[in-house]
């Protein structure tokens, strides 16, 4: 193992073409600043995502940190030996002006050792993972929880065949043609971007290129680019209901993840020149605040009898779906919202090895209501980013309690969004 004793980034530039060494060192090695320390963790996410693919979800930063990640070629116990040395070196290091961001890269570290720790086949407990990683853990939700929803539901689409299949083949109408797929998405998006761009000032260049793939884990995805950029994909492997075009538009887009990335870009990277916000390690309690605030935004921009409408009117016709079952259609859609937590209760169970694979899809169908391609995609998204699956209902639930308290108007709920995506905001500042 290397040992990371000399300060990770000043020792390693020098080693990748740097000017020569003087003839004598020092006596003293010069006072590290908090930038400084903020370099150094971010060759570490670096040379992580040499070993996890997922790790990085984005990096735009400078180029000269991933040469440096790339020369050393560590290997996780070196990454974890470094994170131990720079979280006690910013543990001990003085800079009250700095303590919000000493703070955030602690945590950061944290997360980072517990990736690692998992990645060598030793994970904690589902819900140790969760506030490790996430800064947060889910609540636990027992089957008499969900079965009082599935009762409603039973109520609303009542027949003989099982409620979940009754429910898929109720929903199946209401599924995007694939030739009309890209003319709705893009329509929703155009909507999500506008009453964004009302309530929100972005980057001049910003802007979105869309992609459809096939063979992922997940429904969408946004590859944020640098430079107020984003790719964002949409998974095609199975159909899309109607109402997804606005949550995949929001979510991904205006003003979720997109949004977010572009306004971290403008007022961290670039306006206060914090390094670490060039990187965004998709397993570290940054995602419990995009992912939250990505499933809340879609609520913000088109609140209640507004959404329906919209897709009513204009996506409806553009799709070619017929809109008369759309008020039952609506009921079941809210009545599913509510068996949202399902998903973590499969997760946990199915981590911790309380359940089998055949076991979980099972229960992701009677609980979920799930069909069982989607359970099995489900199961796919659990066992490839584990406990992250907590930051989108847990995340939303958290968010929605920070912006709407004392019963917040209209603007004041988009001030207070903002500030989130503004600020170095951690999963403690919302509670």
Not at 74 to 94: F, Q, S
Not at 266 to 277: D, F, I, S
Not at 300 to 327: H, N, Y
Not at 369 to 381: D, G, H, N, V, Y
């Amino acid at each position: 193992m290397n040992k990371l004793v000399l300060p990770l980034v000043a020792g390693l530039l020098a080693a990748c073409g740097g000017s020569e060494a003087p003839e004598a060192a020092p006596t003293e090695l010069p006072v590290r600043t908090t930038n400084d320390m903020a370099r150094d963790y971010v060759v570490l996410e670096l040379a992580m995502g040499a070993h996890d693919r997922a790790h990085v979800d984005a990096y735009f930063g400078p180029e000269a940190l991933r040469d440096v990640a790339k020369a050393k070629g560590w290997m996780p116990d070196d990454i974890d030996a470094g994170a131990a040395a720079l979280a006690a070196e910013l543990a001990a290091h003085d800079d009250q002006d700095g303590a919000k961001r000493i703070a955030g890269l602690l945590e950061r570290l944290t997360a980072l050792r517990t990736r690692i720790q998992i990645l060598k086949g030793e994970p904690p407990s589902f819900d140790e993972e969760a506030r490790n990683l996430f800064g947060a853990a889910a609540p636990d939700h027992d089957d008499a929880h969900f079965e009082a929803i599935l009762a409603e539901i039973d109520a609303l689409l009542p027949g003989d065949a099982p409620l979940a299949e009754r429910v898929n083949t109720f929903k199946d109408q209401f599924n995007i043609p694939a030739d009309k797929l890209d003319a709705v998405f893009s329509a929703a998006m155009d909507a999500c971007r506008a009453r964004t761009l009302k309530q929100i000032e972005l980057p001049d260049e910003e802007s979105f290129t869309i992609e459809y793939v096939s063979d992922k884990p997940w429904s969408g995805y946004n590859w944020y680019q640098g430079k107020a950029v984003s790719l964002i994909q949409v998974n095609t492997d199975l159909p899309t209901a109607i109402d997804r075009a606005v949550d995949l538009g929001c979510h991904e887009g205006y003003p979720g993840h997109h949004t977010y990335n572009a306004l971290l870009e403008r007022e961290l990277a670039q306006g206060k020149g914090w390094v670490e916000y060039t990187l965004y390690p998709l397993f570290s309690p940054q995602s419990l605040i995009a992912e939250g605030t990505a499933n809340y935004g879609i609520e913000l921009a088109f609140p209640g009898a507004e959404r329906i409408a919209f897709e009513r009117d204009v996506l409806f016709p553009l799709a070619g779906l017929d809109a008369a079952e759309a008020d039952t259609y609506y009921a079941l859609q809210r009545l599913l919202g509510r068996l949202n937590y399902a998903g973590n209760e499969a997760a946990r169970d199915y981590l911790n090895g309380d359940a089998t694979r055949e076991e979980t899809e099972a229960w992701l169908v009677k609980y979920a209501l799930s069909s069982p391609e989607r359970a099995a995609q489900r199961i796919r998204f659990i066992e490839t980013y584990r406990s992250y699956v907590i930051n989108y209902n847990l995340g939303k639930d958290l968010v929605a309690e920070y912006i709407e308290r004392d019963d917040a108007d209209t603007a004041t709920r988009w001030q207070r969004f903002e500030r989130i995506l503004s600020e170095p905001f951690s999963p403690a500042d919302l509670k």
